[in-house]
C-alpha cells in the first residue's frame, strides 16, 4: 500500500510505501496470486507497449492542422482589400502624438457611397489594395497534399470518391490492406474480451478457473468492413432458385443477411413466424378464381422449419 508524503520535496519520492497497511484481493476467503487485469494491445494481449497503428496518421494530422491555420489566418489578414489614397490633404490636428491613431476626428476619413473624396491634385490616387501572387498558394498545395497522405495511411475517410461504377470486388481488393489491420485488432480485442469475461465469470463463482474455454464463453467483432449490398439481378436469381425449390428458405434468407437486406437482429424463425401471422386464413386454391377463370399457379415459401438454427 502506498500512501502520499506530504514533506516531500521530489516528484519520484511523493508516494512511500506503508508497510502496516497492506491491502490483498480476496475471492471466497482466498487471497488472490495475480492482479485480474486484462491488456488489450495491437497485435497481442501482453503488457509490453507496441507502436500504435494511426500513428502515422495522427502525426500527419497535426501537421495538417498547422497549415489549415495558417492558411485560414492569411486568409484572414490578406483576404479584405484595404483603400489606400495619395494626393490628398486631409485635415490633420495639431496634437502630434494623436496623429493615426484615429481617435480624433480630425484624423478619421469616410468611406461611403454618400460620401466623395475631393481634390484638385492631378495625380491624386485611390485604390484598394488586394492580396496577389503565391503566398498562400503553398501552404494551400500542402494542405491538400496532407489531405492525401492521410487518406492513404487512413481508412480512405478524406479521399476523392472515384469517377463511376466500381465493382465490389474491385473495392474490396483496395482495402485488403486496410481490412488486414482492422482484423487483426478485432482478433486482438476478441482475445483480450473473452480474457476478461473468464476471470469476470471466475470471481462469480460461475466457473471454477479464470482461464474459461473459447466453447463456453465467446467474444466476436463483426469483421464485415466493406458494405456489398445485393444487386436487384442477384436478388431475382436467388428468389428463383427457391421458388422451384432448388434451395431452402434456410439457405435463402441466409443469403439475405449476407446481402444486408434483412431488419437487424431478426432471425429466420422471427422472419417465418411473422409472415405466417400475415397470411390470410381463407385462400383460393391455385386455378379457381372468384370470377370463374383460372389463376395462375401461386407460388407458396415452404413452411416454417421445426427446428431452431443458431444464427
Not at 139 to 168: F, Y
Not at 213 to 241: C, F, G, H
Request: charged share 30%.
Amino acid at each position: 500500500m502506498f500512501i502520499e508524503d506530504p514533506e516531500a520535496k521530489d516528484d519520484r519520492e511523493k508516494f512511500v510505501e506503508d508497510l502496516d497497511q497492506q491491502g490483498y484481493l480476496e475471492r471466497s476467503g482466498q487471497r488472490l496470486d495475480f492482479i485480474p487485469f486484462q491488456f488489450v494491445n495491437v497485435t497481442h494481449n501482453d503488457a509490453d507497449v507496441e507502436e500504435p497503428p494511426l500513428l502515422d496518421l495522427v502525426d500527419v494530422n497535426i501537421d495538417h492542422f498547422k497549415l489549415d491555420a495558417n492558411y485560414k489566418l492569411g486568409l484572414e489578414k490578406c483576404g479584405i482589400p484595404i483603400l489606400w489614397a495619395a494626393g490628398f490633404e486631409f485635415p490633420m490636428t495639431d496634437d502630434i502624438e494623436s496623429v493615426g491613431h484615429g481617435d480624433d476626428l480630425n484624423n478619421k476619413v469616410t468611406v461611403s457611397p454618400d460620401y466623395m473624396l475631393v481634390t484638385d491634385k492631378v495625380q491624386a490616387e485611390v485604390q484598394y489594395a488586394e492580396f496577389s501572387g503565391q503566398g498562400l498558394q503553398p501552404l494551400k498545395e500542402e494542405r491538400e497534399k496532407d489531405e492525401e497522405r492521410m487518406a492513404v495511411l487512413g481508412a480512405r475517410l478524406l479521399e476523392t470518391p472515384k469517377a463511376g461504377v466500381e465493382s465490389a470486388a474491385s473495392q474490396e481488393t483496395r482495402h485488403s490492406g486496410e481490412k488486414s489491420m482492422l482484423a487483426e485488432l478485432a482478433t486482438t480485442g476478441e482475445s483480450g474480451l473473452e480474457a476478461a469475461l473468464g476471470v469476470f465469470a471466475w470471481w462469480m463463482g460461475w466457473t471454477e478457473s479464470p482461464e474459461v474455454p473459447e466453447d463456453v464463453i465467446s467474444y466476436k467483432l463483426n469483421k464485415d468492413y466493406v458494405s456489398a449490398r445485393m444487386t436487384p439481378q442477384m436478388l431475382r436469381e436467388w428468389t428463383s432458385a427457391l421458388l422451384s425449390g432448388s434451395i431452402s428458405y434456410l439457405t435463402y434468407y441466409h443469403v439475405l443477411e449476407e446481402g444486408e437486406l434483412t431488419r437487424p437482429g431478426v432471425t429466420v424463425e422471427d422472419e417465418m413466424a411473422a409472415r405466417e401471422a400475415e397470411e390470410p386464413v381463407d385462400q383460393p386454391r391455385d386455378g379457381e378464381g372468384e370470377d370463374g377463370v383460372d389463376d395462375p399457379p401461386v407460388h407458396r415459401l415452404p413452411p416454417r422449419p421445426t427446428t431452431r438454427t443458431s444464427q
